[in-house]
């Protein structure tokens, strides 16, 4: 053992886990079965985020039965049924329980440098030696808001989803809710029903009804093979990293979200945001455009699944193939609103998040913040990321979806370690 | 400047257009009018726009002749270079509107114009439009105009003139304010 610069014992230790969310545990279980020496360093309790960044209505958008993990998977009796906040941060819980994970929690990284061969991973009470370092910090870590929330108009209070906890924090009064994912739609869903009037403002968005054919539609993308579609096969992967979340939520009644839904309750939609001008909110023409792209996307999706159907399956198994009413909008679209005048009280900006590499020194990041990687694998040799959208497949996104992401880079980590 | 008997003459016919304004005052069907332009592809990024008709004053009309507009891109997106860029020919519009609008100001308010000449630039980050980075827009970061005017007038009565054409100005507010785009489609 060395002393480090700050004074604290440099420990020595094969493998560094930064975060114990179902990514970091997840890769903490595969070293364990191939018995690594690691340990996983966690800012805050298990499933921090989950914790602390959420709002209290929410609940998984990928049913029970998706719940899997390396090792461990839910088992509960409603294997259709969505977990809330709660429940989700007892089944992470359970799951570092169960696999026996070498957590130190309350245990923040406060810089990673590359020294030499090795990692020197530095926490408040001590410094990590190790070969390699796996960033299991999450993809959501600091809400992003565009560059337009800089001239938001005096009087309007911009909240983001990790102040958000419930409609009784916002005034009395209107919301505009910016950006058509699952979390604007699910929280513009929630405020409206409040009394408190919303309108989204609409960009590009992916829309997907909950149940098609009688199956929910997260089993048929894992069916027809849309989720294993791999980083590398996909046209845009700039595009598909960038996506907003599908406009799904988890419901007891298996409740599709989709503008129309929105709409049918009062809810208005203008186009993307484009600005703001004297209280007056500007908004881009390209409303009905969005949404004829998105329409058209989710057609090709079930054409898919129609075709697998046809190709693969008994047709008469599930119910026959449907297409959805086209999203609703106005013949003119508005293209201003005059915040004021309309009673808008708040900005809700559901505008996506990024991580938080503040911590990273070593120089991985590209230009925007982000570490450059080839499906997880780190530009810098020994470096891992893991538990990104799309990182290695489209179900990457996914809690589901980690478990193959981990197995394959565990598998390089380990041929790096032995190499 | 203005006196009885002024001799200014920057070739705009502002009786007319007054005289328009005050009967479509009155007449606001009349002053409904549509604009149009078709285009046809050629090949590879090289289209040929035409704008013949347009309708107004509650009837059709036709452009003394049809005009023919082509557009391609530049040879450093291995495209042919036939003609300018769709972008620029914004540039173009904007700039044909802005000076017309100086020369009918200053008809107006009786000054006379020696020269007007207008530069303009619009920087673009192409990253947009190839997909390299969803933050960054398609379209221009934003466009700069310089005028040089040479006037029978002080420089502040030339600033109050070309402010005044971008605020009576078509282009200007078509690229400044948001539009809605609706694009119908069908199979040939």
């Not at chain 1, 990790?162 to 950006?179: E, F, I, K, T």
């Not at chain 1, 791999?230 to 700039?238: L, M, P």
């Not at chain 1, 609103?337 to 996506?352: D, F, P, Q, S």
């Not at chain 2, 390299?132 to 005028?147: H, K, L, W």
Request: hydrophobic share 40%; with cysteine; proline share 4%.
């Amino acid at each position: 053992m060395s002393r480090s610069s700050n004074g604290h014992t440099a420990k020595n230790i094969d493998v560094v886990v930064i975060g114990a969310g179902h990514a970091g545990l997840s890769f903490s279980h595969c070293l364990a079965e191939s018995a690594i020496e690691h340990v996983v360093l966690e800012r805050g309790e298990i499933a921090n985020s989950w914790r602390h960044e959420r709002w209290d209505s929410l609940t998984l958008l990928t049913p029970n039965w998706q719940s899997t993990v390396p090792g461990f998977e839910y088992s509960g009796d409603d294997p259709d049924g969505f977990m809330t906040v709660r429940q989700v941060i007892d089944f992470i819980d359970e799951y570092a329980t169960v696999s026996a994970a070498p957590v130190r929690t309350n245990t923040e990284v406060t810089s990673v440098r590359c020294d030499d061969d090795d990692y020197r991973v530095s926490t408040d009470d001590a410094v990590w030696c190790c070969r390699s370092v796996v960033i299991a910090s999450g993809a959501c870590n600091i809400p992003l808001i565009p560059a337009v929330g800089d001239d938001v108009p005096a009087g309007i209070q911009s909240i983001t989803p990790h102040q958000y906890r419930s409609p009784d924090q916002l005034d009395a009064g209107g919301v505009m809710v910016v950006g058509a994912s699952a979390t604007g739609l699910q929280l513009a869903e929630e405020i409206h029903r409040s009394g408190r009037p919303v309108t989204i403002a609409v960009g590009e968005h992916v829309r997907m009804p909950r149940i098609y054919r009688g199956r929910d539609i997260l089993w048929w993308l894992d069916r027809v093979g849309i989720s294993d579609e791999r980083y590398d096969e996909v046209d845009d992967i700039v595009r598909a990293r960038s996506l907003p979340s599908p406009q799904l939520v988890g419901t007891r009644d298996k409740l599709t979200l989709d503008l129309n839904s929105m709409t049918a309750n009062g809810v208005k939609l203008f186009g993307r945001l484009m600005g703001f001008n004297a209280g007056t909110a500007q908004f881009s023409g390209s409303l009905r455009n969005v949404c004829a792209l998105a329409d058209l996307k989710m057609d090709r999706m079930l054409d898919t699944i129609d075709e697998w159907v046809d190709d693969n399956a008994d047709a008469s198994s599930f119910s026959p193939p449907r297409r959805f009413e086209a999203t609703r909008v106005d013949e003119s679209p508005a293209l201003t609103l005059n915040l004021g005048k309309e009673g808008i009280r708040t900005i809700l900006w559901a505008t996506g998040f990024r991580p938080d590499y503040s911590w990273l020194e070593v120089p991985v990041l590209d230009r925007k913040g982000f570490i450059k990687h080839d499906g997880g694998v780190a530009e810098s040799p020994g470096m891992y990321v893991i538990g990104l959208p799309v990182l290695r497949r489209r179900k990457s996104s996914f809690i589901h979806g980690v478990e193959d992401d981990a197995r394959d880079l565990h598998q390089h980590l380990t041929n790096f370690l032995n190499h | 400047m203005s006196d009885e008997t002024s001799t200014v003459d920057n070739g705009v016919n502002v009786k007319a257009l007054l005289e328009a304004k005050e009967a479509l005052t009155d007449a606001p069907e009349a002053a409904l009018f549509k604009w149009r332009a078709s285009c046809e592809w050629l090949n590879g990024t090289h289209s040929k726009s035409s704008v013949e008709s347009y309708y107004g004053l509650g009837e059709e009309h036709k452009h003394r002749s049809e005009f023919g507009i082509e557009t391609d891109h530049p040879l450093v997106f291995a495209a042919e270079d036939n003609a300018a860029t769709p972008v620029e020919i914004v540039l173009v519009g904007l700039a044909g509107c802005l000076t017309a609008g100086i020369a009918a100001v200053a008809q107006n308010r009786d000054i006379q114009l020696k020269s007007v000449k207008a530069t303009l630039e619009a920087p673009m980050n192409i990253q947009g439009i190839l997909g390299c980075d969803p933050d960054v827009r398609n379209g221009f970061e934003g466009i700069t105009v310089n005028y040089e005017v040479d006037a029978d007038c002080s420089q502040k009565d030339i600033e109050a003139l070309v402010a005044q054409s971008q605020k009576r100005s078509a282009v200007f507010d078509v690229v400044a304010n948001p539009t809605n785009i609706t694009v119908n489609v069908k199979k040939a």
